[in-house]
T-cell receptor, first 105, second 112 residues
């Protein structure tokens, strides 16, 4: 089946720092999705990418769909405490293992 | 903003019993999904459903599981003969064709 490799598994950063996480796959995807999950909640869509090479921003979040359609990254700039959570990439319909982000004030 | 609604929010069942988890997808969405998340672990894809049939399923979705769209609004996941290891959060999601998925808040299933 399709496997998504997401890294890093976890990150501990200071408030104000920038963050980068990525996903790779051996399979080609037509859509890459990035989600955030808070404890006890369902995943919430952050950014959807539909075209190879597409770079999309949503506030302090920026994500890119790799040219090969096998990878994607998510950047968070100027992190704040409420960025804490687990970030998942998804290549329809499967999810990566998640990146757990901790932001220290 | 349109929501995906899941009921119940928490279900406790005895091992060996059958459970039905219910979802009301967003009304104009055409694709429906069930996911499972064991506590502290990744979100695992179970099944996708389109045009009244399963479009894709994972290796987890074996004969113990079934899905149904019994009417124009509900989408259900049935788990037969539940086992302790079926305890997890079960999320329903829906989407437009090619669109991002909207997730419900989940049903926490506890098998005792």
């Amino acid at each position: 089946g399709q496997q998504l490799n997401q890294s890093p598994q976890s990150m501990f950063i200071q408030e104000g720092e920038d963050v980068s996480m990525n996903c790779t796959s051996s399979s080609i995807f037509n859509t890459w999705l990035w989600y955030k999950q808070d404890p006890g909640e369902g995943p919430v869509l952050l950014i959807a990418l539909y075209k190879a090479g597409e770079l999309t921003s949503n506030g302090r979040l920026t994500a890119q769909f790799g040219i090969t359609r096998k990878d994607s990254f998510l950047n968070i700039s100027a992190s704040i405490p409420s960025d804490v959570g687990i970030y998942f990439c998804a290549g329809s319909p499967r999810f990566g293992a998640g990146t757990r982000l901790t932001v220290k004030p | 903003e349109p929501e995906v609604t899941q009921t119940p929010s928490h279900q406790v069942t005895q091992m060996g019993q059958e459970v039905i988890l219910r979802c009301v997808p967003i009304s104009n969405h055409l694709y429906f999904y069930w996911y499972r998340q064991i506590l502290g672990q990744k979100v695992e894809f179970l099944v996708s459903f389109y045009n009244n049939e399963i479009s894709e399923k994972s290796e987890i979705f074996d004969d113990q599981f079934s899905v149904e769209r019994p009417d124009g609004s509900n989408f259900t996941l049935k788990i037969r003969s539940t086992k302790l290891e079926d305890s997890a959060m079960y999320f329903c999601a829906s989407s437009e064709p090619g669109g991002g998925y909207t997730f419900g808040s989940g049903t926490r299933l506890t098998v005792v």
